[in-house]
């Protein structure tokens, strides 16, 4: 098949964070991707494999990180680039690479929103480019697979709502669920912290430490309330309450939401499965069967399993993810996969 | 004082596990407290420093292992004996250690529940001496203080109830809250699961590893409701939802629960003040602050902050503690200092 | 390539532990392997996803394990056979195997030893089967390429002695250090003691602690000191310090000696890297550079370095591997492809 | 007695960070401390408790940071004050502190150094205030208890000479090892590298991360080679090998060295036991067992034990310590305890 020896040139603007490294990681040994511009303000000038050694081995390695100039990168003849930049700062260079052509696939939160004013509300500056949110896609693939097949600019959903949106979306369609009731305990490692100079996140700090954090109002409400919402066809709000737990990576979730009256445990099962069905990378673990981030962590899965406590009359959903790769890099290759035409799971099947 | 020189010759029964090797360590230091027996029937004859070399300098610690044999026991002078043996054995030496004069605080769940058929529901077994049921108290002792000093036998309340209870008894008591509405995510270190030669809690399957378990009806339940309705003057169920977390120790807990109609944050402040003035374990963070286990461990303390979900009218309550300490050897001890009159902090203090 | 397309029929004896599972892990992704039985006396009936969830996703996961049976391995039509069993109990079955035509790959130490009298020696029991000895072939793929891709019957090196005959060999070759003076200090991820039901190996015995085990007669030390002292050209004996520490997989080594008299830097960097020109798991770090756990593991990569202790006339070198990979499974697949024509890097690339 | 009662003023300069933290922990809970000043540039105006939630519960607590200036911290009535400050910053305030008639217990590396040549050579500056090096005194109270009890300036050793010189100094003292040949490999806990924003540190860097540093010269080198060299009569060198590891505290030292001909094991255990007789912080292992870090953790002890590698001629001893308490702050309030005529054990006998 003449698709499977093609090989896009592809940009990382902002590698040298643990969603960039995640995106060298994979992109690297993808077998479409030739690798032609990785940017880091503070890295120019040093190769990947300088900073990666872990990364020494793979041939493009040598490949050195250069400004995160949108001419420059354009001359490298890239025809799309990753973002893992912060909000805020990824809407003014994505302005500038769609501008020159290219495919935007944003890691950041800038183009997840569809509402300014949502936006603003949660990230506390008003929108930087709200002209793009009309044709931005979110991209979770599960859900928006055509969408993000024909998009320019996808915005690659956040490490907290992937673990959230997947098991409940199918729940919420089906209506089981009573959508005023949900409340969803996170665990993150603490790469989902960035790689940032900050005492907050020290070994010291984090290691045999386990303390909630962001509440009541984490910014990754805005998203995750948005793709309830529209997945119950009405406004709904959720509480959310994540933590900061001692690994390096994987996200849990579990979410408790009451069902509506008369649903059963098989109608969860069913609504799932339906949902799911040729999904590659949603493992349904099953009823009774509880998820655990060490049979994902570095894989793009998620897995769900649920639980029905019929004393209380609630659905208990927990998932498993990692939140680099299903979280971040590996659901932003997906979308990479979907653009391109490729197979959905090229360069991501490694377990 | 008179008291303060008083040496209280007191037993261990099961002192080689993480509960039993934490009342170890608890005790031998305890300025009013003379060791006086130490059972383990695996480890018997050898000595407590050979068994545990971090206690190998402390005055005591040269006392060997003994069968765990009531008369024996008895025979040492043992005017007090802490329990720290499965559910189902704690009772049966319980009842023998009572009938030889001895005041029994157990540490096990078997004398918790006041209903023997509720304990049987949980634990799968008829109660093993249900007529002791009516003079154990459950050995919270913020909340049954005067109860605990005149009893002799002490249910030390488990680990997960210690760190639901406190937060949301002076909410119920206060009617602020919605007693149906309640939902308990706790993360709890791994010696939660006891020293026990299982492949399950190997370090390479717990370290890297988030996951939830005991769902949907974990054993502590039983006690965790029993006290909440108590509190709430009726019969109210919750779900609750434990996670097995890779630290030694800690458990953190995070619960919601809808606020009545118009109750105020100040409210929820004012009500946990109230109850815990005066309370020298209860550390309250105030309105706002996040707890986090790295500040207790090790220590009997509990901390508790809390924040109002004002978009959806839930308060959020975040505890943490050492689930060996406040959790279960620290407030096992507490039970004790007020069994004799002591200061309720004796041996206790050290942060 | 008609070689591309050839997968060959394999099986893994004993594959429920920490071993067997990285091999598992590699084999059903392996290009060029149709795994056709894997076994496990506990685990029989239970199919590999069942017993290991991360592994649901691969094709060939819903194989189940069968008993350990020599006549039902060669029924499935295996060519070869991991064998990730203890010590004694792989001489029993590689005979077995062998006599029905698969070749086999053993990771225990049964097969390393030359010496029978050194086997028993380090082993304390008469060894199994000293007639295999002849022909078994230490599988250092490094070092004996050629006589693995002849031979029957391979001796995987056990996972401390690869992090430290491989930066040492070329240097003894060499004649560049006094053989007498050499010290290996090893630090080893908890994995590396086995999946088994030991309250040594909990989470709470091995998290916060660091310790030396083993003094001073590691059974290592026997296969260590037979390649050392083939490559110095004389007996030599090393001091051997492994430790304990607490991280899931990886070794990292330390080693010193003495350098011969005018003995250059240049010249331990000369010797290294002619002789793992064209290697391409052995990544040589330079001098002055000191090797990382976290950049190699789940890699079959070894990363070594060197420094020049001028002060004191010493090399300092340091190596970094991943004991269930380059350190067992990995480099057991190293020598699978050498046996088989493949690419000695098939199935092994991953980062 | 008299002494019982008397509470000493004192201060602590630069206590925000990992060694000044564990000070502020000795000390609050110092029977015999006055805790009256306390200092922290960028903490200046906060409460301890405010800094450390751990401390919350602790008189004393409610004390606030203050900038580190001589005659504000003398203006408080301080007698001693100890240092937690960088090397270089650390001479400049002891020597205002001194003129002041204060004791000065110093943690950095600024007076551990007789010659300020070898001084200058490890820390790359000239030494800022040679003159007070011929006063100051090496503060392992192990070796110097009596010129501690006299002194006005305590440079408190490093935390891993402690672990080094405490194995080593009794057998070099004796004549049983051949000096040349000592080679120390220890291993830290990431407390050591200090509270500083730095992403070196970060959790996910040291997580799941083994590694060597600072090869071949790391700057303790000066101070064990000073006393080691004392211990032996002449002029030696080591070779030093530290390690990053992924716990919070601890230090594990496994040192090597030859035996003189003819040395037993019996005549290590002898000097050593002579050593160590009535010195309340060493514990002796014994012959043949290792020491672990979890054993001591949070507490002032030292634990040590020996092998004799008789296949090598060497004895390889093995040391188990708290950075931050033997290593640092207890070892410093135990020369407190000397300086003042205290209990050497006063407010350091918690396990």
Redesign the interface.
């Known amino acids: 098949m003449k698709m499977a020896m093609q090989r896009i040139k592809t940009a990382i603007v902002g590698a040298s964070g643990?969603t960039g490294s995640e995106l060298l990681?994979l992109l690297?040994?993808h077998p479409h991707v030739d690798l032609c511009a990785v940017t880091s303000r503070q890295e120019a000038g040093k190769a990947i494999s300088a900073l990666f050694?872990?990364?020494?081995?793979?041939p493009g390695a040598d490949l050195a990180f250069m400004e995160p100039d949108a001419d420059a990168i354009a001359a490298t003849g890239a025809q799309v680039a990753f973002l893992a930049l912060p909000h805020g700062v990824a809407a003014e260079i994505a302005t500038a690479l769609l501008a020159r052509g290219l495919k935007v696939i944003d890691l950041s939160a800038d183009f997840r929103i569809h509402d300014p004013g949502v936006y603003q509300e949660f990230y506390q500056h008003p929108h930087p480019a709200p002209e793009l949110l009309k044709s931005s896609v979110y991209g979770l693939a599960e859900m928006y697979e055509k969408e993000i097949a024909a998009a320019s600019l996808i915005a690659a959903p956040g490490c907290y709502p992937t673990s959230i949106l997947l098991p409940l979306i199918p729940l919420l369609r089906a209506n089981l669920l009573d959508p005023?009731s949900i409340?969803a305990?996170s665990?993150s490692?603490?790469?989902g912290a960035g790689?940032?100079?900050?005492?907050a996140?020290?070994?010291?700090?984090?290691?045999?430490?386990?303390?909630?954090?962001g509440?009541?109002?984490h910014r990754h409400l805005a998203e995750i309330e948005q793709e309830l919402s529209l997945a119950a066809g009405e406004k709904l709000?959720?509480?959310f309450?994540p933590?900061l737990?001692?690994?390096?990576?994987?996200?849990?979730s579990?979410i408790?939401a009451s069902l509506r009256a008369g649903v059963t445990l098989e109608q969860i099962g069913n609504a799932l499965e339906n949902a799911y069905a040729g999904k590659?990378f949603v493992?349904l673990?099953g009823a009774?069967v509880?998820?655990?981030?060490?049979?994902?962590?570095?894989?793009n899965?998620i897995?769900i399993g649920w639980?029905?406590?019929?004393?209380?009359g609630?659905v208990?959903l927990?998932s498993?993810e990692d939140n680099v790769v299903k979280g971040a890099g590996g659901q932003a290759v997906q979308s990479f996969n979907l653009i391109f035409g490729l197979d959905e799971k090229a360069g991501l099947?490694?377990?």
Request: with cysteine.
């Open positions: 643990y990681r690297l040994q050694p872990r990364f020494r081995s793979l005023h409340i305990n665990m490692g603490v790469s790689k940032k100079a900050d005492t996140y020290l070994f010291c700090e984090c290691n045999e430490s386990l303390r909630a954090y509440l009541p109002k709000r959720i509480t309450i933590h737990v001692p690994v390096n990576t994987g996200i849990h579990a408790t590659p493992r673990l009774g509880c998820a655990d981030t060490k049979n994902v962590t570095r894989t899965f897995d639980h029905h406590d019929a004393r209380t609630r208990i927990t498993a099947h490694s377990v």
